[in-house]
């Protein structure tokens, strides 16, 4: 092979290669996440408009015990844009309120609207949008929860897609 073949073909794979890495991180860009049910306000997020809400972060460990710092959102945040009846207004029949949130993958899981409320719980719940100071991965990423005082991390679920807040009782 000539060197120009040679050169030529490498370029090639280097643009495939470079064409890829914008394809994905272009998917994880476009991403959303949408918080719907007992709102006053549907929400439809991106990475970009989440980065524009204060940001909280959270040391936690994951199930092998090893530390990571997680940033981003907390969820309490997100719910009260979105017009969910939180603080003064959680009381009587919205305390039968749950988030139901759901992930690419199709794992899902929920929580009370008390355990997120702050005037009811002692830890932030985070909507995290980084992990140890880099965006989070594809397949973990790019919004994952974090729940802190949750001993196992079952519910710290990655790929977040949709937020629905509902009442459990009929
Ligand atoms: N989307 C999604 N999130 C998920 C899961 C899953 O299967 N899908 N598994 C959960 C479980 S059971 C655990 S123990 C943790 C594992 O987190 P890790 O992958 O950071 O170790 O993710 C949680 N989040
Ligand atoms: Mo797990």
């Known amino acids: 092979m000539s060197r120009f073949t040679l050169h030529v073909r490498i370029s090639l794979w280097l643009l495939l290669f470079s064409l890829g890495?914008?394809?994905?991180?272009?998917?994880?860009n476009t991403s959303t996440l949408t918080i719907t049910g007992e709102v006053t306000t549907p929400l439809?997020?991106?990475?970009?408009?989440?980065?524009?809400?204060?940001?909280?972060?959270?040391k936690v460990k994951d199930r092998d015990g090893?530390?990571?710092?997680?940033?981003g959102v907390a969820l309490i945040e997100l719910l009260e844009k979105a017009g969910v009846t939180t603080g003064s207004k959680l009381r009587g029949e919205n305390l039968a309120k749950y988030v139901l949130i759901k992930a690419a993958d199709g794992y899902?899981?929920?929580?009370?609207?008390?355990e997120i409320d702050p005037e009811f719980a002692s830890q932030v719940i985070i909507l995290a949008i980084e992990k140890d100071g880099q965006p989070?991965?594809?397949?973990?990423?790019?919004?994952?929860?974090?729940?802190?005082?949750?001993?196992?991390p079952a519910r710290w679920i990655r790929e977040v897609r949709s937020i629905k807040v509902a009442f459990a009782k009929d």
């Open 66 to 71: 090893k530390e990571h710092e997680f940033k």
């Open 44 to 58: 439809d997020l991106t990475l970009q408009k989440l980065s524009a809400f204060k940001q909280v972060s959270q």
């Open 21 to 28: 890495l914008s394809v994905s991180g272009f998917s994880q």
């Open 136 to 152: 989070l991965p594809a397949g973990e990423g790019p919004f994952r929860i974090i729940t802190p005082n949750d001993k196992k």
């Open 108 to 114: 899902e899981v929920i929580y009370s609207l008390a």
